[in-house]
């Protein structure tokens, strides 16, 4: 479940070591990054164009080593900035994707139970089987855990850890990061407790399906992740499909924008901005015309009823009275 395979070593204590010093607390961030703007300069070399609130947000969470919620409508830009964090810190991405009934197998760790099976036998067949306490000790060994996303990012340093979607799990698993935020530690019966000596940067995305309690947003730091204004959607467009010119990358900027405000089931994000204009691309086209906006509109609204929807309306027409106002 990571975008990168985190990287091994010993970046966790065991239960009877003291709490360590974080050795990266001073060094989170690069060099020359010493405020939001800088931190948005640098995330742009990185193909992120963040907003004067998006940056100081993330700023704050690097500078006071708190988690960062985010939460917005699907498609902004929330899990972007995760993998654009994680270049930027030279840090390996772990990714937890949330859903109903998760629990702390998927999350934290499970034993390989095939795997200890197979040891038990071997051990039968050698006449190796021991006492109990000592068969037991063999089963539970390091060997046989498996690391999930969040145990994962505490042993692995430096790392983002990035949970999606958590307001896609349950109020059983709110508690159960809630516990883990708090130490960044995760006690195992059979092992003891492993520590991280240097805590991942949490992101935790929400698209609002639900509400989040207050107790986790308390942990972190909050931000509201809203659609970009048309400039830096423009912009957004551009830094990521550098081949799209000028015209084309503002014209389906003006018709996402105006399909926004349109009464739609699920409105459209920048992730479908970029879609869009890929399909358009594809297709040869340099501008948005009637034709070739309503025959990829499956690249922008993906339910039949806003399609239905789009086709009552002239988008090209639209895009035309738009930008003939100066937008």
């Given at each position: 479940m990571?975008?990168?395979?985190?990287?091994?070593?010993?970046?966790?204590?065991g239960?009877d070591?003291?709490?360590a010093?974080?050795?990266?607390?001073?060094?989170?961030?690069?060099?020359?990054v010493t405020?939001?703007?800088s931190l948005?300069?640098?995330?742009e070399?990185?193909g992120?164009?963040?907003?004067?609130?998006?940056a100081?947000?993330?700023?704050?969470?690097?500078?006071l080593?708190?988690?960062l919620?985010l939460e917005?409508?699907?498609?902004?830009?929330?899990?972007?900035?995760?993998?654009?964090?994680?270049?930027?810190?030279?840090?390996?991405?772990?990714?937890l994707?949330?859903?109903?009934?998760?629990d702390?197998?998927?999350a934290?760790?499970?034993?390989?139970?095939?795997?200890?099976?197979?040891?038990?036998?071997a051990?039968?067949?050698?006449?190796?089987?021991a006492g109990?306490q000592?068969?037991?000790t063999?089963?539970?060994?390091?060997?046989?855990l498996?690391?999930?996303?969040?145990?994962?990012?505490l042993?692995t340093?430096?790392?983002?850890?990035?949970?999606?979607?958590?307001?896609?799990a349950?109020?059983?698993?709110e508690?159960?990061?809630?516990?883990?935020?708090s130490?960044?530690?995760?006690?195992?019966?059979?092992?003891?407790t492993?520590r991280?000596?240097?805590?991942?940067?949490?992101?935790?995305t929400?698209?609002r399906?639900?509400?989040?309690h207050?107790?986790?947003?308390?942990?972190?730091?909050?931000?509201?992740v809203d659609?970009?204004?048309?400039?830096?959607?423009?912009a957004?467009?551009?830094?990521r499909?550098?081949?799209v010119?000028?015209r084309?990358?503002?014209?389906?900027?003006?018709?996402?924008?105006?399909?926004?405000?349109?009464d739609?089931?699920k409105?459209?994000g920048?992730a479908?901005?970029?879609?869009w204009t890929?399909?358009?691309?594809?297709?040869?086209?340099?501008h948005?015309?009637?034709?070739?906006?309503?025959?990829?509109?499956g690249?922008?609204?993906?339910?039949?009823?806003?399609?239905?929807?789009?086709?009552?309306?002239?988008i090209?027409?639209?895009?035309d009275?738009?930008?003939a106002?100066?937008?």
């Amino acid at each position: 479940m990571t975008d990168e395979q985190p990287r091994t070593g010993t970046a966790a204590h065991g239960a009877d070591d003291p709490p360590a010093e974080d050795p990266g607390a001073e060094a989170r961030l690069p060099p020359g990054v010493t405020d939001p703007a800088s931190l948005a300069a640098a995330l742009e070399q990185h193909g992120y164009l963040a907003d004067t609130g998006l940056a100081t947000a993330a700023y704050l969470a690097c500078t006071l080593r708190r988690p960062l919620f985010l939460e917005g409508d699907a498609g902004v830009g929330k899990t972007s900035i995760s993998q654009a964090l994680a270049h930027l810190l030279g840090a390996s991405l772990v990714r937890l994707q949330c859903y109903e009934g998760i629990d702390a197998s998927q999350a934290l760790y499970d034993w390989n139970f095939p795997a200890q099976i197979l040891h038990l036998r071997a051990a039968e067949a050698a006449g190796q089987v021991a006492g109990t306490q000592e068969l037991e000790t063999q089963l539970y060994d390091r060997r046989f855990l498996v690391a999930r996303p969040i145990l994962q990012a505490l042993e692995t340093a430096p790392s983002v850890l990035l949970i999606d979607e958590v307001d896609r799990a349950d109020d059983e698993f709110e508690a159960l990061l809630l516990e883990v935020l708090s130490e960044f530690a995760i006690s195992i019966p059979e092992l003891g407790t492993i520590r991280a000596v240097q805590p991942p940067l949490v992101v935790l995305t929400s698209n609002r399906t639900r509400e989040v309690h207050d107790a986790l947003k308390r942990r972190c730091y909050y931000h509201w992740v809203d659609h970009p204004g048309f400039a830096r959607e423009v912009a957004i467009v551009q830094a990521r499909l550098p081949g799209v010119g000028e015209r084309l990358a503002r014209e389906v900027v003006t018709a996402v924008q105006a399909l926004r405000e349109q009464d739609l089931l699920k409105p459209p994000g920048v992730a479908e901005t970029l879609d869009w204009t890929e399909a358009l691309v594809a297709l040869g086209a340099d501008h948005l015309d009637a034709d070739r906006a309503t025959a990829t509109l499956g690249s922008v609204l993906k339910f039949r009823e806003d399609q239905e929807r789009a086709r009552s309306i002239d988008i090209a027409a639209l895009v035309d009275r738009t930008l003939a106002t100066g937008q």
